[in-house]
């Protein structure tokens, strides 16, 4: 293990009855990477991420993140890691800072502290004059910058975000790809699923899951130049085509 | 009208495959006739009673004898007098209290005895009970003027069941017609519109009404299959007397059960999602029938507002017309007003559903 | 075969459609290109009738979307974004009573779907709710297609599905127009741009720009630079001041920027590393549509 590895996954394995969702996968994050976890839909991605944030026991395998066994300390890992999806994010009709202190408090944030970095995300993110008003009435691509914000209140030592930028227009997508690269420049490492293969090479390693193996596990660039391509599209169907 | 068989199939198909609504179609009704059933027959025994006995003479303490002998009382309480009866409901210790006033045999003898009957009226249907209880005892014991005996009680027992059989019987049917029309029917028409697929159907030539009549039909066939279900098991299981004609019971079942699809499709109208329509079926419709047709609470007790209320729960007539059928063998040309209420009320409801089925989004 | 002239929507306060105007040709494969919210949902739901247009008009084949709503459900084709088909229904049914919903047999119309519904086949007795992502997506086209329509409106289809599903998705499209079928697609993703004949691109209820890719691309009239340097976020901070700066992003591992002059690289160079950006290399860089889709939102906003 190296010493500043947040994520490692030694043959993480995950069977439902006959089906192997994941199979044995073994990889390392390191502490402040930006790691893109690529695949089609049901290769395997959604039952490694719940495997790796404490939902799902691993049935062969083990995997640590934030220095916690997945299978034995589900609870120290859910605290050090957050979350955030396109599909759950904010309560529409609690306030900005009822959502964020809602978070924190979740987290077991105390108030004093939690008072004070609601206090800073709302300033930081430029929402002095939208602090008092439903998250509901927000446009999505602030909805979007908030939720993500909000899933670093706590500090944690792993954020997994499942699609953050589904939808949004191209400059709020440059933005948010802005934070999380200060994110990661602060420490937090951020492991991420999309489904724009142009965001892949935002990530510093990606990983491409087919049929619940990992078939590439590299930086972009090196991932291209093995399979003797330049775009990420042709890497994507380059592995993905040889399935049935 | 091939696109009508198709849809009406469709829905056959979903409801076949669907395991929990086949449960809550058929499963349901079964279960609460018989949970009922037996529910009510075994709940009022041993009330707890008490006697304030003026006379103390032989006839008083036959009848009281008598009366503790039917099994349903227990005397539970020593009273001397009307404070302490007070005393004993407040503290919860009888559900009723019988005064026997002083002379008793003699004015027995001279046929003008009367008796007390104090109920607890909190609870107004188990009081009304245990008063037809302690007038069936008295009217055996004073009319036949011989001392009563065991004689009694089996017969007691015979009316008892049947009174509340009679009772409960119309009240479930009444209930599942509800939960399976309108409930049903409402979730599956917003099933569609939160799967997306009404917006396909509204741009299909399909007319508004094939759309209804699909969704409506299979439920009307279903409703009718469990009405004659829950009816079979009262009368054969329960022994629900079936004195009038089968004929006019089925076609006012069928009045009932299109007045509660009309309604399910009122609701679906309003309701965007399937959840909605749930809780809008539960709240306006399942809690007012029960607690406002005279099904379980009789509504003559109840406050002024509320009997007002209840005369807009269709469930109330065809409380009434399903009692005068079975019970009394009585037919339309004594229950026309209820009928006619109901089909007014399916009319209007038809007429809002149509108006507002909006043929776009 | 479609017209949109001066349409609007509004719900309450919010214009979801402002004054959209164009026309998609017969055979067309037309993309109505932008993010959420944008008001794609909208402008398909008003062509295909299920909304009315606070203004404008919207005609199919000639005939008023409102005035001839019957005419228009007849001969569309829709997939609504959140269409699910019946998922307790197999292949086969659902197919069938798509068919009889419109009046007409899976016979009668087979080779419009033969080469879609022939990977299917083998599961057609397969619940709908049991297939994977690509395969729903294709039957869900094969129900929208059985009556065989004029044009087929499909909202969103792509979304959500990874990148192999929507390759074929659109190669299906594309083969689809030979018939003569008028398509009209919306999507979130810009570079699906690409497969389309012309697109519309949509924000804040505007329609920004009508052409093919190739014209959108090519009315980009600013210098595009591509800077990487050892420290990329200072450098992007460094950059947004810079006096010649349009705007400034980070964009992968680089910074773009755009200018409305020409720059001298090594001048850029020398003045990042002023300002303490080490390891600058500056070049210039190739548009694509989201740089002109970017370009157009900051002239809209």
Same mark, same amino acid.
């Given at each position: 293990?190296?010493?500043?590895?947040?994520?490692?996954?030694?043959?993480?394995?995950?069977?439902?009855?006959?089906?192997?969702?994941?199979n044995?996968?073994?990889?390392?994050?390191?502490?402040?990477?930006?790691?893109?976890?690529?695949?089609?839909?049901?290769?395997?991605?959604?039952?490694?991420?719940?495997?790796?944030?404490?939902?799902?026991? /691993?049935?062969?395998?083990t995997?640590?993140?934030?220095?916690?066994?997945?299978?034995?300390?589900a609870?120290?890992v859910?605290?050090?890691?957050?979350?955030m999806?396109?599909?759950?994010?904010?309560?529409?009709?609690?306030?900005?800072?009822?959502?964020?202190?809602?978070?924190?408090?979740?987290?077991?944030?105390?108030?004093?502290?939690?008072?004070?970095?609601?206090?800073?995300?709302?300033?930081?993110?430029?929402?002095?004059?939208?602090?008092?008003?439903?998250?509901?009435?927000? /446009?999505?691509g602030?909805?979007?910058?908030?939720?993500?914000?909000?899933?670093?209140?706590?500090?944690?030592?792993?954020?997994?975000?499942?699609?953050?930028?589904?939808?949004?227009?191209? =400059?709020?997508?440059?933005?948010?790809?802005?934070?999380?690269?200060?994110?990661?420049?602060?420490?937090?490492? =951020?492991?991420?699923?999309?489904?724009?293969?142009?965001?892949?090479?935002?990530?510093h390693?990606?990983?491409?899951?087919?049929?619940?193996?990992m078939?590439?596990?590299?930086? /972009?660039?090196?991932?291209k130049?093995?399979?003797?391509?330049?775009t990420?599209?042709?890497?994507?169907?380059?592995?993905t085509?040889?399935?049935? | 009208?091939?696109?009508?068989?198709?849809?009406?199939l469709?829905?056959?198909?979903?409801?076949?495959?669907?395991?929990?609504?086949?449960?809550?179609?058929?499963?349901?009704?079964?279960?609460?006739?018989?949970?009922?059933?037996?529910?009510?027959?075994?709940?009022?025994?041993?009330?707890?009673?008490?006697v304030?006995?003026?006379?103390? @003479? *032989?006839?008083?303490?036959?009848?009281?004898?008598?009366?503790?002998?039917?099994?349903?009382?227990?005397?539970?309480?020593?009273?001397?007098?009307?404070?302490?009866?007070?005393?004993?409901?407040?503290?919860?210790?009888?559900k009723?209290?019988? *005064?026997?006033?002083?002379?008793?045999?003699?004015?027995?003898?001279?046929?003008?005895?009367?008796?007390q009957?104090?109920?607890?009226?909190? @609870?107004? +249907?188990?009081?009304?009970?245990?008063v037809?209880?302690?007038?069936?005892?008295?009217?055996?014991?004073?009319?036949?003027?011989?001392?009563?005996?065991i004689? $009694?009680?089996p017969?007691?027992?015979?009316?008892? +069941?049947?009174?509340?059989?009679?009772?409960? *019987?119309?009240?479930?049917?009444?209930?599942v017609?509800?939960?399976?029309s309108?409930?049903?029917?409402?979730?599956?028409i917003?099933?569609?519109?939160?799967?997306?697929?009404?917006? $396909?159907?509204?741009?299909?030539?399909?007319?508004?009404?094939?759309?209804?009549?699909?969704?409506?039909?299979?439920?009307?066939?279903?409703?009718?299959? +469990?009405?004659?279900?829950?009816?079979?098991?009262?009368?054969?299981?329960?022994?629900? #007397?079936?004195?009038?004609?089968?004929?006019?019971?089925?076609v006012?079942?069928?009045?009932?059960?299109?007045?509660?699809l009309?309604?399910?499709?009122?609701?679906?109208?309003?309701?965007?999602?399937?959840?909605?329509?749930?809780?809008?079926?539960?709240?306006?419709?399942?809690? #007012?029938?029960?607690?406002?047709s +005279?099904?379980?609470?009789?509504?003559?007790?109840? #406050?002024? #507002?509320?009997?007002? $209320?209840?005369?807009?729960?269709?469930?109330?007539?065809? $409380? *009434?017309?399903?009692?005068?059928v079975?019970?009394?063998?009585?037919?339309?040309?004594?229950?026309?007003?209820?009928?006619?209420?109901?089909?007014?009320?399916?009319?209007?409801?038809?007429?809002?559903?149509?108006?507002?089925?909006?043929?776009?989004? | 075969?479609?017209?949109?002239?001066?349409?609007?929507?509004?719900?309450?306060?919010?214009?979801?459609?402002?004054?959209?105007?164009?026309?998609?040709?017969?055979?067309?494969?037309?993309?109505?290109?932008?993010?959420?919210?944008a008001?794609?949902?909208?402008?398909? &739901?008003?062509l295909?009738?299920?909304?009315?247009?606070?203004?404008?008009?919207?005609?199919?084949?000639?005939?008023?979307?409102?005035?001839?709503?019957?005419?228009?459900?007849?001969?569309?084709?829709?997939?609504?974004?959140? !269409?699910?088909?019946?998922?307790?229904?197999?292949?086969? %049914?659902n197919?069938?009573?798509?068919?009889?919903? !419109?009046?007409?047999t899976?016979?009668?119309?087979?080779?419009l779907?033969?080469?879609?519904?022939?990977?299917?086949?083998?599961?057609?007795? &397969?619940?709908?709710?049991?297939?994977?992502?690509?395969?729903?997506?294709?039957?869900a086209?094969?129900?929208?297609?059985?009556?065989?329509?004029?044009?087929?409106?499909?909202?969103?289809?792509?979304?959500?599905?990874?990148?192999?599903?929507?390759?074929? !998705?659109?190669?299906?499209?594309?083969?689809?127009?030979?018939?003569?079928i008028?398509?009209?697609?919306?999507?979130?993703?810009?570079?699906e741009?690409?497969?389309?004949?012309?697109?519309?691109?949509?924000?804040?209820? &505007?329609?920004?720009?009508?052409?093919?890719?190739?014209?959108?691309?090519?009315?980009?009239?600013?210098?595009?630079?591509?800077?990487?340097?050892?420290?990329?976020?200072?450098?992007?901070?460094?950059?947004?001041?810079?006096?010649?700066a349009?705007?400034?992003?980070?964009?992968?591992?680089?910074?773009?920027?755009?200018?409305?002059?020409?720059?001298?690289?090594?001048?850029?160079?020398?003045?990042?590393? &002023?300002?303490?950006?080490?390891?600058?290399?500056?070049?210039?860089?190739?548009?694509?549509? %989201?740089?002109?889709?970017?370009?157009?939102?900051?002239?809209?906003?």
């Amino acid at each position: 293990m190296t010493p500043t590895a947040t994520i490692v996954a030694d043959r993480l394995t995950r069977r439902f009855g006959s089906f192997t969702a994941v199979n044995a996968i073994s990889f390392e994050v390191r502490r402040g990477e930006i790691f893109g976890f690529l695949g089609a839909n049901g290769a395997g991605k959604t039952t490694a991420i719940k495997m790796m944030s404490g939902l799902l026991m /691993p049935t062969e395998g083990t995997a640590m993140v934030g220095g916690f066994d997945v299978s034995t300390e589900a609870e120290q890992v859910k605290r050090s890691i957050g979350y955030m999806s396109q599909r759950f994010s904010l309560y529409a009709d609690l306030t900005v800072r009822e959502n964020i202190r809602f978070y924190g408090g979740i987290y077991g944030l105390k108030k004093a502290v939690l008072n004070e970095r609601a206090e800073h995300l709302i300033r930081d993110l430029g929402l002095d004059a939208e602090a008092d008003r439903l998250v509901g009435e927000l /446009p999505l691509g602030m909805k979007q910058k908030l939720a993500f914000s909000t899933a670093l209140v706590h500090d944690p030592a792993v954020v997994f975000l499942d699609e953050p930028t589904s939808g949004v227009d191209p =400059i709020t997508r440059r933005q948010f790809w802005e934070m999380i690269t200060a994110a990661a420049d602060r420490g937090t490492t =951020i492991l991420i699923t999309t489904h724009y293969l142009d965001e892949a090479e935002y990530c510093h390693r990606i990983s491409v899951m087919v049929d619940g193996t990992m078939a590439a596990y590299d930086t /972009p660039s090196a991932v291209k130049s093995t399979l003797g391509v330049h775009t990420m599209d042709e890497v994507f169907l380059k592995l993905t085509r040889t399935s049935p | 009208m091939n696109a009508f068989r198709a849809f009406i199939l469709k829905e056959f198909r979903h409801i076949l495959r669907d395991k929990r609504t086949l449960l809550v179609l058929f499963g349901m009704p079964i279960a609460q006739i018989i949970l009922f059933g037996y529910a009510i027959t075994t709940e009022i025994q041993n009330a707890n009673i008490a006697v304030l006995d003026r006379s103390r @003479d *032989v006839r008083s303490l036959e009848l009281t004898r008598t009366i503790l002998a039917s099994g349903y009382f227990t005397l539970n309480a020593d009273v001397r007098s009307y404070d302490q009866i007070e005393e004993a409901f407040r503290k919860g210790r009888i559900k009723m209290a019988l *005064v026997i006033p002083p002379d008793f045999a003699a004015k027995l003898q001279r046929g003008e005895a009367d008796l007390q009957v104090l109920t607890d009226a909190t @609870d107004p +249907n188990m009081a009304s009970t245990l008063v037809s209880y302690v007038n069936a005892i008295a009217a055996r014991s004073g009319a036949q003027g011989k001392p009563p005996g065991i004689r $009694i009680e089996p017969q007691m027992h015979y009316n008892h +069941n049947q009174a509340s059989v009679n009772m409960f *019987v119309p009240g479930v049917i009444t209930i599942v017609m509800l939960l399976v029309s309108a409930m049903l029917t409402s979730i599956a028409i917003t099933r569609e519109k939160e799967l997306g697929n009404m917006e $396909i159907l509204l741009v299909s030539p399909l007319k508004p009404l094939v759309i209804i009549l699909g969704k409506v039909i299979p439920y009307l066939l279903l409703s009718m299959v +469990n009405v004659s279900t829950v009816i079979t098991v009262g009368h054969l299981l329960f022994g629900v #007397p079936m004195e009038g004609s089968w004929l006019v019971l089925a076609v006012a079942c069928l009045l009932f059960v299109v007045c509660a699809l009309s309604l399910g499709v009122v609701i679906s109208t309003i309701a965007r999602t399937q959840q909605v329509a749930l809780m809008l079926s539960l709240m306006a419709l399942m809690m #007012p029938t029960i607690l406002l047709s +005279n099904f379980i609470f009789p509504i003559s007790s109840m #406050p002024f #507002p509320l009997q007002l $209320i209840s005369n807009i729960i269709p469930a109330k007539y065809f $409380i *009434v017309i399903i009692k005068g059928v079975m019970l009394k063998g009585v037919g339309f040309e004594v229950l026309w007003k209820e009928a006619a209420v109901l089909a007014g009320m399916t009319l209007l409801f038809i007429g809002i559903s149509v108006r507002k089925f909006r043929i776009r989004l | 075969m479609i017209r949109f002239d001066q349409v609007v929507k509004r719900y309450g306060n919010t214009t979801a459609v402002d004054r959209a105007t164009f026309t998609v040709e017969r055979g067309e494969l037309f993309g109505l290109i932008g993010p959420d919210g944008a008001g794609k949902s909208s402008m398909m &739901r008003m062509l295909v009738t299920l909304l009315l247009p606070d203004d404008g008009t919207i005609t199919l084949d000639g005939h008023d979307v409102v005035a001839d709503y019957r005419f228009v459900r007849r001969n569309v084709g829709y997939m609504p974004g959140t !269409f699910s088909l019946y998922t307790d229904l197999t292949v086969e %049914e659902n197919l069938q009573f798509f068919a009889n919903v !419109f009046g007409t047999t899976i016979q009668e119309n087979y080779h419009l779907i033969a080469e879609i519904y022939e990977q299917l086949a083998p599961f057609k007795d &397969r619940r709908a709710g049991a297939l994977s992502g690509g395969m729903k997506q294709k039957l869900a086209l094969c129900c929208a297609l059985i009556h065989r329509p004029l044009a087929l409106i499909l909202d969103e289809p792509t979304t959500g599905v990874d990148a192999v599903s929507r390759a074929e !998705f659109w190669s299906m499209l594309r083969r689809l127009t030979t018939t003569g079928i008028t398509i009209v697609v919306s999507t979130p993703y810009l570079e699906e741009a690409a497969l389309c004949d012309r697109v519309g691109l949509i924000n804040d209820g &505007r329609l920004m720009q009508i052409d093919t890719i190739g014209g959108i691309v090519a009315s980009y009239d600013h210098a595009l630079w591509r800077i990487d340097a050892d420290n990329t976020r200072t450098a992007l901070q460094v950059l947004r001041e810079h006096p010649a700066a349009r705007a400034a992003y980070l964009y992968r591992s680089s910074v773009m920027m755009s200018t409305d002059q020409e720059l001298d690289p090594e001048h850029l160079t020398h003045e990042l590393l &002023r300002s303490g950006v080490t390891g600058a290399r500056v070049s210039r860089a190739q548009p694509d549509i %989201e740089d002109r889709f970017m370009d157009l939102m900051l002239e809209h906003a």
